[in-house]
């Protein structure tokens, strides 16, 4: 490959970006990240006036935007979605919620919802869409957000790893099913990232300052720092990266424990 061409490694030009969760967070900073390399972006949102919010950022930067309202836990909302928007490049899904309870008090409800959202929701959308950029014949790729949760858990995490594991494994083998259409389905581990979902542990001192020490970077992350990975995870940089599980964690699984010992 000559020089010249490993500058368009990251180039995506020409490629149609569906976020899902574009509103706000890691979903919002995503959109803005993909527009900023050249692709067209749609910005889906349970919150129609978020995702507008932030396709109207792309289009004051120069970029090309729309919004689109989706709910991922409506089959008929993700279908009208895929007619809506049309085939992608690139889907990427960021939405989540969370209930932190000890497993002996979550109630039925609690766990329908966190399972709605992150496992079946998420589903649907790997299931419609991938099966559409199958048969497009164009390939592409599809990033799914998973958590550092689905290796390391904590009091509390329970129904909410077990949908981030299931999210995990449902990236890979759609992996293993579409690679042959040159669908690449990979799966983003956050670690700590300061967004809506983790306002309550932010607002603790105490607990935002014991995550902030678990990292090796001593520090949360920011929703902009997710960008990277899924820019590289959606362009020509990636192209033989599929079924992977990408931590993007300031080094929280890499070491155990809190205590510095005195060497």
Not at 40 to 55: K, P, S, Y
Not at 152 to 172: D, H, M
Not at 180 to 185: E, H
Not at 191 to 201: H, K, Q
């Amino acid at each position: 490959m000559a020089i010249g061409d490993y500058r368009k490694l990251f180039d995506l030009g020409g490629r149609h970006a569906l976020v899902v969760g574009a509103g706000s967070g890691i979903g919002e900073a995503c959109a803005e990240g993909l527009a900023a390399f050249d692709a067209r972006v749609t910005c889906a949102d349970l919150d129609l006036n978020a995702a507008q919010r932030t396709a109207a950022t792309i289009g004051r930067d120069g970029g090309q935007s729309k919004a689109l309202q989706v709910d991922m836990r409506d089959p008929a909302s993700c279908a009208a979605a895929l007619t809506q928007a049309g085939t992608p490049d690139a889907l990427v899904i960021t939405p989540a919620i969370n209930v932190r309870r000890r497993t002996r008090d979550l109630s039925d409800e609690d766990i329908r919802r966190v399972i709605e959202l992150n496992l079946v929701g998420t589903f649907r959308l790997m299931r419609d869409f991938g099966e559409a950029m199958a048969e497009s014949g164009r390939g592409g790729s599809i990033v799914v957000f998973s958590s550092i949760r689905a290796q390391v858990v904590e009091p509390g995490q329970s129904i909410y790893a077990a949908t981030k594991a299931g999210a995990l494994q449902a990236a890979r083998t759609l992996a293993s099913e579409l690679g042959p259409s040159g669908v690449r389905v990979n799966a983003v581990a956050p670690g700590v990232v300061e967004t809506p979902l983790t306002a309550p542990i932010k607002a603790n001192p105490d607990w935002y300052g014991a995550y902030a020490a678990k990292t090796a970077l001593g520090r949360w992350a920011q929703p902009s720092e997710m960008v990277g990975a899924v820019v590289f995870l959606c362009s020509d940089a990636g192209r033989y990266v599929t079924g992977s599980y990408l931590v993007v964690d300031g080094g929280w699984l890499a070491q155990d424990g809190r205590f510095t010992p005195p060497l």
